[in-house]
């Protein structure tokens, strides 16, 4: 009996998911391998492992390893399909190096499991058991404890066949409570439990075993396995020489097998049971069948590896048309460098010069900003000159002002003091002219008229408003000028208002009093035609 479809938990763990996260290139690669993964289980080989063929040399050429181990494990697994194990044993020693020394151990792990997969179809049981025991022991390292029993399992089913049963069952034993989340490696086990009960000569259990089972076991994908259990009833029966019941399970077997690789073990079961029945002409028949079925698989293999041959040779053209392809790309690729580097060195010399240019511009602009705040510091130097020639003249100004304001204010002091001078002296006229006694002298009163006559005619008064010319220069002139309707005695009143003296004191130089002093400057007014809402101070600061 062959080994029962250990191969669809294999395929489970090769077709692995794309990596995300790489590059653009390595995504379409790992999209290469999928694709060709998928047209492997189509049984489309061909078109598969031109892809597989593909991937495997862009991976080769880029240095991906992850890439070129998928591509070439998955190669490995569709020579093994075909029935062609010289070329998938290549395959797979080629994908064991890369995982040896540039993955993980898992992915190493797959890699060993596989090959014992394909010495175990050649029957190469020692072979078998060295690769699936090298899987096991590096398992122990792993964090998925069911790979572990997945291996364990192997080992058990190759010590079966190698008639080992206390060795399989220390494996099965191991495996079964590491395997309980996985249905179809549960499943595994307990079919290999059921063929190590067998062996143990435990029918009994065997048989309560494999009927548990046998519910559980329907469908295509499961028609190998049921066909594997149905086979070992049969032989149980056979075992307690209920041979109609043996001959039941191996006819079913019959009615339920899909690969010819079963056709022999089924024929002998029936051979087997006819014997045991003394119905040999059946028992011969199904002799010959087996016989039969054993030239047929044989022409059958010789026909694949005929139809192998043909898809090698189909490879090789296609490996030679991608080397051509690759060769052509490179000369491209080359031609490509060629024009990435004029165009570089183009580019470079386009920057190159935009630099200079651009300097140039730099420095031009830091001339022209140079030249520009030095134009700009020189008219702020010349505004701040400016600044403080005005404020020198206006400090000038205001010396001379306060100078004027001075002397205005000794002149006012001096017309102020020749103001009380001469009311004291018309005071003291006044009271030697009423004093009969005084009247009674002519020459006092001769005196007294002389000292009169000096009071009107005093130089110092007139010197006053000579000085007044000197200090306040051209206002006489200027007022004149604009209003020559105005008297002396107006002229000399306005005088006194420039000098900002107060009515009182105006009064007291004019010898008169305040109000006719107020009455004065409305009467002035009206001689300038001054309007309502100017002053006549005003008007006057102004001349």
Avoid at 470 to 475: K, L
Wanted: proline share 2%.
């Amino acid at each position: 009996m062959k080994l029962f479809r250990i191969i669809t938990v294999l395929f489970l763990i090769i077709s692995s998911p794309v990596i995300h996260g790489q590059s653009i290139n390595q995504i379409e690669c790992e999209k290469l391998i999928e694709r060709g993964i998928e047209l492997m289980f189509q049984k489309k080989h061909v078109q598969s492992l031109e892809l597989l063929v593909e991937a495997t040399s862009i991976a080769e050429d880029n240095n991906w390893p992850k890439q070129e181990f998928r591509a070439l494990l998955n190669t490995g697994s569709n020579y093994y399909l075909m029935s062609a194990f010289g070329e998938a044993l290549d395959y797979y020693l080629r994908a064991y190096e890369i995982a040896i020394t540039d993955l993980e151990t898992k992915d190493e792990l797959t890699v060993l499991n596989n090959i014992g997969i394909l010495y175990f179809q050649e029957e190469k049981l020692d072979k078998a058991k060295e690769y699936f025991q090298k899987a096991y022991n590096r398992s122990f390292n792993l964090d998925n404890k069911s790979k572990h029993g997945y291996y364990a399992i192997n080992l058990a089913l190759v010590a079966n066949k190698m008639n080992l049963p206390e060795e399989a069952s220390k494996y099965i034993e191991e495996a079964t409570p590491l395997v309980k989340d996985q249905p179809k490696v549960t499943t595994m086990a307990q079919l290999a439990e059921a063929e190590n009960l067998v062996i143990r000569k435990m029918y009994e259990p065997a048989k309560s075993l494999s009927l548990q089972l046998l519910p559980q076991l329907e469908g295509e994908a499961n028609a190998d396995n049921k066909v594997f259990i149905l086979l070992i009833l049969s032989r149980i029966s056979q075992e307690q020489n209920n041979y109609y019941l043996a001959l039941q399970y191996a006819q079913k077997a019959r009615q339920g097998s899909i690969a010819i690789e079963n056709r022999e073990d089924i024929y002998d079961a029936l051979s087997k049971a006819y014997v045991a029945l003394n119905n040999y002409d059946m028992a011969l028949k199904y002799k010959d069948s087996v016989l039969v079925a054993r030239d047929t698989l044989q022409q059958i293999r010789n026909n694949v590896r005929y139809e192998n041959n043909k898809i090698k040779f189909e490879l090789q053209n296609y490996a030679h048309q991608l080397s051509e392809s690759q060769l052509l790309l490179k000369k491209e690729r080359r031609f490509l460098y060629f024009i990435s580097a004029a165009a570089f060195l183009l580019l470079i010399s386009i920057i190159w010069i935009f630099r200079n240019n651009l300097i140039r511009h730099q420095q031009r602009k830091k001339i022209t900003e140079l030249e520009l705040e030095q134009e700009k510091s020189k008219r702020l130097l010349g505004e701040k000159q400016m600044r403080e020639q005005e404020a020198i003249v206006k400090l000038e100004q205001e010396r001379l002002k306060t100078e004027l304001d001075i002397k205005n204010r000794k002149l006012t002091s001096k017309a102020l003091y020749l103001s009380s001078r001469n009311e004291l002296i018309e005071e003291i006229v006044d009271t030697f002219t009423a004093n009969p006694q005084v009247k009674a002298q002519p020459e006092l009163v001769i005196q007294i008229k002389a000292l009169s006559k000096h009071l009107k005619k005093n130089s110092q008064l007139d010197s006053f408003f000579t000085h007044f010319e000197d200090v306040n220069p051209g206002f006489t002139n200027r007022l004149l000028k604009n209003n020559p309707d105005l008297t002396q005695q107006d002229v000399r009143f306005i005088i006194y208002l420039y000098m900002n003296l107060s009515n009182n004191e105006i009064a007291s130089l004019l010898n008169i009093t305040p109000q006719s002093c107020r009455k004065r400057k409305e009467r002035i007014r009206k001689k300038l035609n001054l309007p309502n809402e100017v002053s006549l101070s005003a008007y006057i600061a102004d001349i």
